[in-house]
C-alpha cells in the first residue's frame, strides 16, 4: 500500500506535517500490522500529510529503559532523535502508547523535543473537526485503559469520546480510567516468563472484560491486543468476543 | 509554682528534648539518600494544590468512602483539638484553669462542644477501625508484611486514640459538676453539649475531692497521652500525620509515566555513538549505577518509606499482587523504612566496625557517609518482587499520600541490569535484538515490509 517515506518527502524538499511512528509490535506482530495499516488507510482516506521513518526506525527503547537497562536504551533514542532532528520532525503520532510516553515524556531530556499524539487523540480531534465522520452502531463494546496512555499520561477522555461515535453502547469494566487493571505486558513483562503466581494478569483483566458481556473489547495499545486476545483464548471465548484497536472499528465503520 | 506546675514543666521539657533526638532521627535516616533535582520554579502552584488538596483535604482517601468518612472523622476531631491542647499547654504553664474561657467568652462553650461532638465521631470511627482491623479482617491488612509490629502499631495508635477520648470526657464530665458546686474555684464557661448533661447525670452526686481527681486525671490523661504520641510517631507509620505535607509537596508533578533521565549513562552513550566529542573525562572506576542500598536512592524516597501509612491500597490494586505475584509495593516502601532505620540504629551505635575501608584505613570516626556493612536493599526486596512489576502505575495512582513505588523498583532493577549485568535471562534475548537491530524482536524482515502486506 501507499505509505510515504519521510526521507523520500525531505529529499523533494517537502516537510511532511506529521510523522507516524509505527513502532516494533506495528510494524512485526502479525496482528499489530493490521492495526497499523487500518490507520494508514484513515490516515491516506483523510489526506492526511504524513510519512514514515521506514528502516530508519528503531524501537524507542521503552522496554529495555523499563527493564532497567539504561545504556540499551540510550543508545536507541539518542539515535532516533539524531533521526527526528536532523529531519526536522515537528509532530509525530504514535498508535503505540508505550512509544508515545517515551518520545513525549522522556526523549525531551535526550535532546529531543516534539509534539506527541497518541492514535487516539488525532482521530479525536479529526472527528472534532469534522473531517472523520463516523457512523453509531449498537454493538456492546467496552473499553480497555492502557497504562501508558491512561494513568501515565492522564488520557481517558480521547479513546472513549471516538468510541462513542462508533457505537451506542460503550460499556466499561468496574475498574476503569485511574482504576483501569493493567493487561500485563508493561515494564517489558512482555518478553519474558511470569513470576509465579495464581493467575495470570491478563485472564484476569480478560475475565472482567467478559463479565460486561460485550460483543467486542476495544484498546488503544498493540501490547494489550496481544494480551487480551491470548486471555480470551484461554477463556476459550476467542469465537465470541473479538479485540480490536479503535482504528481498526473505524476501518470497518468507514468501510475502507 | 505549684508541684503541678512544676511536674508539668519537667514532663513537657523531656517530651520535647526527647522528641527532637527522635525526630532528628528520622531526618538524618532520609537525609542518608541522595540530593533531588531542584524543583522548577513555575510547579510551585500545582505542588501547593497537593499540599491542601491531597494532603489537607486528604483528596485521594475519597476513592474509597468508608474508610474515608472514618478517617476524616479521626482526622478532623485531631485538627480541632489542638485548641484544646494549646488550652492544656497554657494552663499547666501558668497553673490556671482554662485560660481561654475569658478571652473567647460565649463562643468558648461552642467550641468545647464542638470538639466533644468531633471527639465523639472520632471514638465511634476508631471503633469501627479496631474492628475492620481485628475483626471483619479487610482484606488489605493480612498481607504477610502487616504480620507482628505494623499491626500492633496500628491498634496502638487505635487505643490510644480511645484514651484520649476518655481523657476528654472525663475531665469535662467532671468540671461540668465542678462549676456548678464549686463556682468559685472552677470559672463558669456555659453548657457543654455532651459532658454539660452527662456529667451532672452521671457524675452529679460524687463528692467533690473526687471530682477534682477525677478532673486533673482527664486533664492529665490527655496531656500525657499527646506527649506519648508524639514520641511514638517516629517509630510508627503515624508519621504520616505529619510527614504527608512535605511528602506531597515534594511528590512529583511530572506525567506518572516520565522515568527519570540517568545522565551519567547518556554522557557514555553519547560518546559512544560518536555523538559528542570525546573529553576522555570518562572515569576509571567500574561506575555503579541504579539503587543498591537507600544511599543510592534520593531522600525524597526515603521520606516517602518513612511517610507510608501502611494502608496497603497500592497493593490492593497492584495486577502483581492481584495475581499472587510475590510483589507488593507496600512491602517495598515497608523494606526502604526499615533498611534506612536499621542503618540508623547502626549509626547511633557508634560501632567502628560499620565503617568502611578506606574511612578505617585512616581512622575516621563513623559517619552517614563512610558506613558501610555487608547487607542491603536486596536483602530486604527479592529479585522475584522487583521482576514482576508492570510498571503500571496503579500503585502510584492509589496511594494517599502521594507516594512513588515504582520509582524505587525501577532503580533497583537499573542496579541488576546495569551494575551487576544479571536479571531475567528471558530478558537477555530482548537486548540482544534491541543492540543488533533496533527491534524488540528479532526479526529478519525489513521493518517497513508490512507496507508490502497490503490491505488486509
Ligand atoms: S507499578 Fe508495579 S508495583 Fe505498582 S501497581 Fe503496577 S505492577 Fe504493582
Ligand atoms: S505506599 Fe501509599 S498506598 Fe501504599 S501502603 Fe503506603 S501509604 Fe498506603
Known sequence: MEVPRYSERVAKGESPEILFWVGCAGSYDPRAQRVTVAFVKILNSLDIDYAILGKEEQCTGDPARRAGNEFVFQMLALQNIETLNTYGVKKIVTTCPHCFNVIKNEYPALGGEYEVLHHTQLLQSLIQEERLSLEAGTDKIVYHDSCFLGRANGEFAAPRDVLNQLTTDMVEMGRNREKGLCCGAGGAQMFKEDEPGDKRINVERTEEAIATNASAIAVNCPFCLTMLSDGLKAKDKQEEIMVYDLSELIVNNMQL | ?456
Open chain 2, 1 to 456: 509554682m505549684s508541684i503541678q506546675q512544676i511536674a508539668f514543666l519537667i514532663v513537657l521539657i523531656v517530651t520535647a528534648s526527647l522528641a527532637s533526638k527522635l525526630y532528628g532521627r528520622v531526618i538524618r535516616n532520609i537525609r542518608l539518600g541522595k540530593d533531588i533535582e531542584p524543583l522548577r520554579e513555575q510547579d510551585e502552584g500545582r505542588r501547593w494544590l497537593n499540599v491542601f488538596l491531597v494532603a489537607l483535604g486528604q483528596k485521594k482517601m475519597f476513592k474509597r468512602i468508608i474508610p474515608a468518612l472514618l478517617h476524616a472523622a479521626i482526622y478532623v476531631a485531631f485538627l480541632f483539638t489542638q485548641i484544646e491542647l494549646i488550652e492544656i499547654i497554657a494552663d499547666g504553664l501558668t497553673g490556671k484553669h482554662r485560660v481561654f474561657a475569658p478571652f473567647l467568652g460565649n463562643l468558648y462553650p461552642v467550641i468545647i462542644s464542638a470538639i466533644e461532638l468531633l471527639s465523639l465521631a472520632a471514638f465511634a470511627a476508631t471503633l469501627a477501625f479496631i474492628w475492620r482491623r481485628n475483626v471483619a479482617k479487610v482484606a488489605r491488612f493480612q498481607q504477610s508484611e502487616m504480620r507482628g509490629w505494623p499491626s500492633w502499631d496500628a491498634n496502638i495508635i487505635l487505643f490510644g486514640e480511645i484514651l484520649l477520648i476518655i481523657g476528654i470526657f472525663t475531665m469535662n464530665m467532671a468540671d461540668s459538676v465542678l462549676q456548678i458546686i464549686d463556682p468559685s474555684h472552677y470559672v463558669q464557661t456555659g453548657t457543654f453539649l455532651i459532658s454539660g448533661h452527662l456529667g451532672p447525670a452521671l457524675m452529679g452526686s460524687w463528692d467533690p475531692d473526687l471530682l477534682g481527681v477525677m478532673e486533673r486525671f482527664g486533664w492529665w490523661l490527655h496531656f500525657l497521652v499527646v506527649c506519648g504520641f508524639l514520641l511514638y510517631l517516629p517509630i510508627s507509620k503515624h508519621l504520616h500525620i505529619l510527614f504527608a505535607f512535605p511528602n506531597t509537596w515534594f511528590a512529583s508533578v511530572s506525567p506518572k509515566g516520565q522515568m527519570k533521565n540517568m545522565p551519567e549513562v547518556m554522557v557514555e552513550v553519547k560518546s559512544m555513538l560518536g555523538l559528542t566529542e570525546d573529553t576522555g573525562s570518562m572515569s576509571e572506576d567500574i561506575p555503579e549505577f541504579g539503587a543498591q542500598d537507600v544511599q543510592d536512592l534520593t531522600w525524597k524516597n526515603i521520606m516517602d518509606a518513612y511517610t507510608c501509612t501502611e494502608c496497603g491500597r497500592c497493593t490492593s490494586v497492584c495486577p502483581a499482587h492481584i495475581t499472587g505475584k510475590k510483589l507488593s509495593p507496600r512491602k517495598i516502601m515497608m523494606d526502604v523504612r526499615d533498611r534506612a532505620t536499621e542503618i540508623g540504629k547502626n549509626l547511633d551505635s557508634g560501632n567502628l566496625t560499620f565503617r568502611n575501608e578506606e574511612a578505617r584505613k585512616n581512622n575516621h570516626p563513623l559517619t552517614s557517609q563512610n558506613y558501610a556493612d555487608d547487607r542491603s536493599l536486596f536483602d530486604y526486596i527479592t529479585r522475584e518482587e522487583l521482576h514482576a512489576c508492570t510498571s503500571c502505575n496503579a500503585c502510584v495512582e492509589a496511594c494517599p499520600v502521594l507516594i512513588n513505588p515504582l520509582d524505587i523498583i525501577l532503580q533497583m532493577r537499573r542496579y541488576e541490569i546495569l551494575t551487576e549485568s544479571a536479571g531475567p535471562t528471558d530478558w537477555l534475548p530482548m537486548f540482544n535484538s534491541l543492540e543488533n537491530n533496533g527491534a524488540v524482536w528479532a526479526m529478519s524482515a525489513d521493518r517497513d515490509a508490512w507496507t508490502a502486506t497490503d490491505s488486509q
